[in-house]
């Protein structure tokens, strides 16, 4: 019998993401879809805001200029739409991952730190929680004045609680045990303890709560811009994109179509991965 | 009990003044205001019309006024549609914006509860897996896009229900209240199946079924008393997702209640109307979040006792 390399707790788990066929799968898609929104474009000898005035509302022909026709001034649909996924994907994964960080530091430090200290850093999340969530994106996204790098500011600013309050819970239980009470002994500074100790033992639960946070801020993009509140026209975004189907999709459903499948795509994948990712990190929960 | 419903009223009550606070500075700073139109007014008009909004008064004062007119329940005058208080536009839409979140709530939690409860007892069955499609279509689909594809099959297609409005009596809610209704049963179902079937596996049910209690009384009795408090404890969140679904709801099918007055007033910057609707929404919200606090803690002694 051959002994089997030690394996660390990490790897395990990623071997059991990739046994999990669902997750596999939707990373691959979504992977094609990045992919797609980011070299895309450069296909076409046009951008998405170059109005072509011969071709107004052409139809679907896949063998034209425009695969997917284009909208009622004019613009390719399709590039639009892959336009419109990058900044999408964008403010989603950088969204989280901004999110995440100040999540994870503010929960390492309050659920590590203790006292006084925790207890007024909880209230103020706490009060923050009682807030309603899109209601706060609107009216930061008012205050920034509109753009992407306001929308972007405004959903990172909503969403780094639940992080913090996760990381908080799992941080006050390292606290106490033993390796961290051996470190204080050593003399090590409380910083060091939260960056070496603390943060690197959060890091399964922050990447189950980080894959949800993804889906959730791409919703949360395109529903500001569906309003007309986030991205607003000429920069597409899928949320526009749609809200401009919805507003032609009697006469020609296509322009609601093309966008709202990529984007239900796009989150179904999120969510396969995300729940593929819970399953391996958390097998208590099946 | 008393000491626990005491911290969560106050509690609640902090959180309504923070947001009051926070919303006011926000839209005191927000560029841009619900007078700077492109067309020019002389300088005495502009004069006029800040004096009659107070806009000439010192911020400090400004604040004073605006909670003041809160405690009295009055939320001023809306800039955007003239002779109208933000009190008459709340009074106006909340009707229908109520009608829509009770019965998306009901209709939420009865079918989410069905199918969790159908997933769960035969896993893997048939029921389990329509309950799973239905949840991940509910979660990973945004209501925009359901919500339109909706009108134009059962609307424009169909022709069984109106395409927006509230003309049609019961006929004008169905479409909105079940597409609103749809991610909350999503989110329901999933959490019923997984936490019976979490309870299902504890030493106290056992017991009880070793003891020959019949499947239906340990179902009741048990199974289902300590599964639903999860479920219970998710109707704050699903109260802040209903106020989410409903302003899309009311903009996608036409509906004048406050969820569409509130993108009209922000579109706008009709700034009275955008802090009224949040403070109705916000004081929602907490009462939604304390009445779950308060039922969890009925349910369940410990949670009394978490502080």
Same mark, same amino acid.
């Given at each position: 019998m051959k002994a089997e390399a030690p394996q660390s707790t990490?790897? %395990?788990?990623?071997?059991?993401?990739?046994a999990n066929r669902l997750a596999m799968v939707s990373v691959w898609v979504l992977l094609a879809v990045v992919l797609m929104c980011y070299l895309g474009p450069y296909a076409f000898p046009f951008t998405g805001e170059d109005a072509d005035f011969d071709n107004i509302s052409a139809p679907i022909d896949l063998f034209s200029a425009h695969p997917f026709g284009t909208d009622d001034y004019g613009r390719d649909l399709l590039v639009r739409v892959l336009e419109g996924g990058?900044?999408?994907l964008a403010i989603g994964f950088l969204g989280a991952l901004v999110a995440g960080v100040i999540g994870v530091l503010y929960g390492a430090v309050s659920g590590f730190v203790g006292g006084r200290v925790d207890n007024l850093m909880m209230r103020a999340?706490?009060?923050?929680?009682?807030?309603?969530?899109?209601?706060?994106?609107?009216?930061? !996204?008012?205050?920034? !004045?509109?753009?992407? %790098?306001?929308?972007?500011?405004?959903?990172v600013f909503t969403l780094w609680l639940t992080p913090a309050v996760i990381v908080r819970a799992q941080a006050q239980s390292l606290a106490k045990r033993e390796f961290v009470e051996a470190a204080r002994a050593g003399g090590m500074p409380n910083w060091q303890i939260i960056w070496t100790h603390i943060v690197p033992n959060c890091v399964s639960v922050v990447i189950v709560y980080g894959s949800l946070l993804v889906p959730e801020v791409i919703l949360s993009e395109s529903f500001l811009s569906f309003l007309g509140i986030g991205i607003k026209e000429p920069q597409a975004s899928w949320g526009n994109l749609i809200q401009a189907g919805t507003s032609a999709m009697e006469t020609d459903l296509r322009l609601l179509l093309l966008p709202g499948m990529l984007l239900a795509t796009v989150l179904f994948c999120l969510n396969f991965i995300a729940d593929g990712l819970r399953d391996a990190f958390d097998p208590n929960e099946r | 009990m008393f000491p626990f419903v005491a911290k969560r009223i106050w509690s609640g009550f902090l959180t309504l003044a923070a947001l009051a606070t926070l919303t006011f500075f926000i839209m005191r700073l927000a560029p841009g205001g619900p007078f700077s139109r492109n067309r020019k007014i002389s300088p005495e008009v502009q004069a006029n019309i800040e004096a009659a909004f107070h806009l000439d008064e010192p911020v400090w004062q400004q604040f004073g006024r605006y909670i003041w007119g809160i405690v009295r329940g009055d939320l001023g005058p809306?800039?955007?549609?003239?002779?109208?208080?933000?009190?008459?536009?709340i009074a106006s839409g909340?009707?229908?914006?109520?009608?829509?979140g009770f019965w998306a709530i009901l209709v939420a939690s009865l079918v989410?509860?069905?199918?969790?409860?159908?997933?769960?007892?035969?896993?893997?069955?048939?029921?389990?897996?329509?309950a799973g499609t239905v949840g991940v279509i509910g979660i990973a689909v945004p209501i925009f896009i359901i919500g339109p594809l909706a009108q134009l099959y059962f609307s424009v297609h169909l022709g069984w229900f109106p395409v927006g409005g509230m003309n049609d009596g019961w006929r004008s809610l169905v479409l909105p209240v079940l597409v609103l209704a749809l991610p909350n049963i999503a989110y329901i179902s999933r959490l019923t199946r997984s936490s019976l079937i979490e309870t299902m596996r504890e030493n106290h049910v056992r017991t009880s079924r070793a003891k020959g209690i019949g499947p239906w009384l340990v179902m009741v009795r048990h199974v289902m008393t300590g599964a639903m408090l999860p479920v219970v404890a998710y109707l704050g969140p699903a109260a802040a997702a209903l106020i989410t679904g409903s302003i899309l709801i009311e903009t996608v099918f036409a509906l004048p209640g406050i969820g569409r007055f509130f993108v009209d007033a922000a579109l706008n910057r009709d700034y009275p109307l955008v802090m009224g609707i949040t403070l109705v929404y916000g004081g929602f919200l907490i009462l939604f979040n304390l009445l779950t606090d308060l039922l969890r803690g009925w349910m369940d002694p410990r949670v009394r006792h978490e502080g």
């Open positions: 990490l790897s %395990l788990q990623f071997r059991r993401v990739r990058r900044v999408s999340v706490e009060v923050l929680y009682g807030f309603p969530y899109i209601i706060l994106v609107i009216l930061l !996204g008012l205050l920034f !004045g509109g753009g992407t %790098l306001a929308l972007f500011a405004a959903i | 809306s800039t955007r549609f003239r002779d109208y208080s933000v009190n008459d536009l909340l009707p229908y914006s109520l009608t829509i989410g509860i069905g199918l969790g409860l159908a997933g769960a007892l035969r896993r893997n069955g048939w029921t389990d897996y329509a």
